[in-house]
């Protein structure tokens, strides 16, 4: 039997079994996937015992990511770059770190809205926290000319700027409206929006309608962001498709079969949401 699973801190949260356990069956695979639950102190140790018990890998969730790339022997360019591993795969002992959130939110995009292409145009991107820097990846590595970062602190958001290079322009949160006719694309990386979390109050009267809006967010599946974009004729794409996307790779790696993304196993996802 091929193990694999998620481990955070905490677990129950993820949603990640169901994604996984879904590809297995449909597969018909002999494997399994399950939730770990490790605490902070004990992530390293952790990691250990599921190699030496013949895991193939784990994904990782909050708070190890950045963890994650510290106890790795290889880390993919792409995890280097954004600074976080959310895929962990084993072999001979060694551990390979990878970030699948950003071809995640690209194939998202890719399949939501087809017609979308990031150099088009300016990129608006609301936040500054680990979901940003991969997607801030994910677009420039698109090719998007230009990419206006904005966090509720200023600060954080002109430091991930600057670990990206010069096409990264910081406004601050209080003038995201003053930009919104000349962007091509709008993505929410905030928790803002969430259930359970505070509304984003985001004054769309200049939003253009030849924008593409789209939000990481997918509880609920469509947030007052995209509602308001899509009263505005904008193009809208909720988060569920990232969460998805980026389970593909990681499967693919630890149970040998590229799986697909399909409307069963979205549906089955938003039941249990």
């Given at each position: 039997?091929?193990?694999?699973?998620?481990?955070?801190?905490?677990i129950?949260?993820?949603?990640?079994?169901?994604?996984?356990n879904?590809?297995?069956?449909?597969?018909?695979?002999?494997?399994s996937?399950?939730?770990?639950?490790?605490?902070?102190?004990?992530?390293?140790?952790?990691?250990?015992?599921?190699?030496?018990?013949?895991?193939?890998?784990?994904?990782i969730?909050?708070?190890?990511?950045?963890?994650?790339?510290?106890?790795?022997?290889?880390?993919?360019?792409?995890?280097h770059?954004?600074?976080?591993?959310?895929?962990?795969t084993?072999k001979?002992?060694?551990?390979?770190a990878?970030?699948?959130?950003?071809?995640?939110?690209?194939s998202?995009?890719?399949?939501?809205a087809?017609?979308w292409?990031?150099?088009?145009?300016?990129?608006?991107?609301?936040?500054?926290?680990?979901?940003?820097?991969?997607?801030?990846?994910?677009?420039?590595?698109?090719?998007?000319?230009?990419?206006?970062?904005?966090?509720?602190?200023?600060?954080?958001?002109?430091?991930?700027?600057?670990?990206?290079?010069?096409?990264?322009?910081?406004?601050?949160?209080?003038?995201?409206?003053?930009?919104?006719?000349?962007?091509?694309?709008?993505?929410?990386?905030?928790?803002?929006?969430?259930?359970?979390?505070?509304?984003?109050?985001?004054?769309?009267?200049n939003?253009?309608?030849?924008?593409?809006?789209?939000?990481?967010?997918?509880n609920p599946?469509?947030?007052?962001l995209?509602?308001?974009?899509?009263?505005?004729?904008?193009?809208?794409?909720?988060?569920?498709?990232?969460?998805?996307?980026?389970?593909?790779?990681?499967?693919?790696?630890?149970?040998?079969?590229?799986?697909?993304?399909?409307k069963?196993?979205?549906?089955?996802?938003?039941?249990?949401?």
């Amino acid at each position: 039997m091929i193990k694999a699973g998620v481990v955070g801190w905490p677990i129950e949260q993820s949603k990640s079994p169901i994604i996984h356990n879904h590809w297995l069956k449909k597969y018909s695979i002999n494997g399994s996937y399950e939730r770990i639950s490790c605490e902070p102190k004990d992530f390293s140790n952790c990691i250990n015992k599921l190699i030496e018990l013949g895991y193939a890998g784990v994904n990782i969730t909050v708070p190890f990511k950045e963890k994650a790339l510290e106890i790795s022997n290889t880390v993919t360019d792409c995890a280097h770059k954004i600074g976080a591993a959310n895929t962990l795969t084993f072999k001979d002992g060694k551990i390979l770190a990878d970030n699948t959130d950003a071809i995640g939110f690209i194939s998202n995009l890719r399949t939501q809205a087809p017609e979308w292409n990031a150099d088009k145009g300016t990129a608006l991107i609301l936040g500054a926290g680990g979901a940003s820097r991969s997607v801030i990846f994910s677009l420039l590595n698109e090719d998007t000319p230009k990419i206006i970062l904005t966090n509720r602190t200023r600060e954080r958001a002109e430091n991930l700027a600057v670990k990206f290079g010069k096409k990264i322009t910081v406004i601050d949160w209080s003038d995201i409206s003053l930009y919104l006719s000349d962007v091509k694309t709008i993505v929410n990386t905030t928790s803002l929006g969430m259930l359970g979390h505070s509304e984003l109050k985001l004054d769309t009267i200049n939003l253009n309608s030849e924008t593409l809006v789209t939000d990481i967010v997918y509880n609920p599946l469509r947030t007052v962001l995209l509602e308001d974009a899509y009263k505005k004729g904008c193009t809208t794409v909720d988060g569920l498709g990232m969460l998805l996307y980026q389970a593909v790779p990681g499967f693919k790696k630890w149970f040998g079969i590229e799986p697909k993304v399909t409307k069963a196993l979205r549906t089955e996802v938003l039941l249990a949401l």
